[in-house]
């Protein structure tokens, strides 16, 4: 029996945990529960949420279309700041949680409701990231995570929906736990849980085998105007249509796989395997147009903040004001990150092989070793160099050479030299 005015937002995926949620949620926590589901680019066919929604006990269900508030809000900032966790992650699943955290916060003031519900278990982060997104948009609200709360494992899921009668879709049941968004897809347990196991083919679905893929690869080019893509191949296309042609295309030549044994928020290492073929193909092509058109000192400190960028991401921080500050920061850098990136996809690799931009500091006349356009001051070389090593030459001086081992001579005996010439005779 739910209790009046008592009433809950779900977030509502229609898998047999949310299923079994709602009427948990509404006979043992005693709310009217409200659904809402989130299409980041997985959804496939709402009505059918919607009726198993209504089905399982909910007095309403709400389906959202949110692709492009994902990829304008989430993706192309983490496209720009250049953001991948520990180096590898490009951040897929962390970067949807705050959205759906978001819009469960602006359903639940909509609906009047009191509380918001999501269904992560106790181990992994997207519990954190929920918890504490909300906590920052509506502290006013109560979380409730009924997959961490019950005593329920998959089998008792199972049992329970078919003695309430709860209809969960009725499919092969898949050896690993997956979620997707338009910016990638993430696979793990079952044999994955093996570090050393090569993952099967049955895990990946988005991207071809590199080695079966066509061998004469395929050339790509990348259109970006203010540090954002916005053309691929020359055709301008809106966000959310960009990042599924750029996975199609990327993925067809087994580009975007991603094995990566991470640190979870919660202390344990993971074994991930994901695919972003997207991502992959973007964030290559971003790179090298950065590096034709930002400073050394900017690339340099951008590659820090985006360490933490990432970090702070991936622990669930989105709404603090440091991730707010260094986006800020990197947005400010992009003004002159524009031009065109050609790459070349070929089984499994996606490699720059040209870029050109109207904001580029590469200037031909400085790099060339054709005396004939050569516009380098070779003589100014020389002041340069000994300024530059005037406090090393200084150290020297006072303190003597600090070189570990420079006490060691490391030129080995002339019998140990192969010596040819007028030097070749003895000392």
Sequence with gaps: ?????????????????TSVAVHWLTHERHFEVVTLSIDLGETRDPAA??????????????VIDARDLFVRHFVWPALMVGARYQGVYPLATALGRPLIARLLVELAREEGATAVAHGCTGKGNDQVRFDVAVAALAPELTVVAPVRDWEMGRSEEIAYAAAHGIEVPVTRESPYSIDAN????????????DPWVEPPADAYAWTADPAAAPAAGAVVEVAFEGGLPVALDGERLEPAP?????????????????????????????????????????????????????????????????????????DGLWYSHLRQCLSAFAVATQGHVAGEVRLRLARGS??????????????????????????????????????????????AAVQGQLTEGSDRPLLPPRAQRRIVGPGSGPA
């Design 1 to 17: 029996m739910t209790a009046p005015g008592r009433r809950c937002i779900l977030a509502y995926s229609g898998g047999l945990d």
């Design 242 to 314: 960009l990042v599924e042609r750029a996975n199609a295309l990327a993925g067809a030549h087994g580009v975007g796989r991603i094995d990566h044994v991470e640190d979870r928020l919660v202390g344990i290492k993971s074994r991930e395997v994901y695919e972003a073929p997207a991502a992959v193909l973007l964030d290559a092509a971003h790179r090298a147009l950065e590096g034709l058109t930002l400073s050394r000192d900017v690339l340099r400190v951008k590659a820090l903040l985006a360490e933490e960028w990432a970090r702070l991401v991936y």
């Design 182 to 193: 338009l910016w990638g897809r993430s696979v793990e347990t079952g044999v994955l849980e």
């Design 49 to 62: 949420l919607q009726g198993r929604a209504l089905q399982a006990g909910a007095v309403a269900a709400h």
């Design 350 to 395: 996606a490699t720059v092989i040209g870029r050109r931009s109207p904001e580029a500091l590469y200037r031909p006349e400085l790099a060339t070793y054709d005396r004939a356009g050569d516009r380098f001051r070779h003589q100014a070389a020389e002041g340069f160099i000994s300024l530059f090593g005037l406090p090393l030459r200084t150290q």
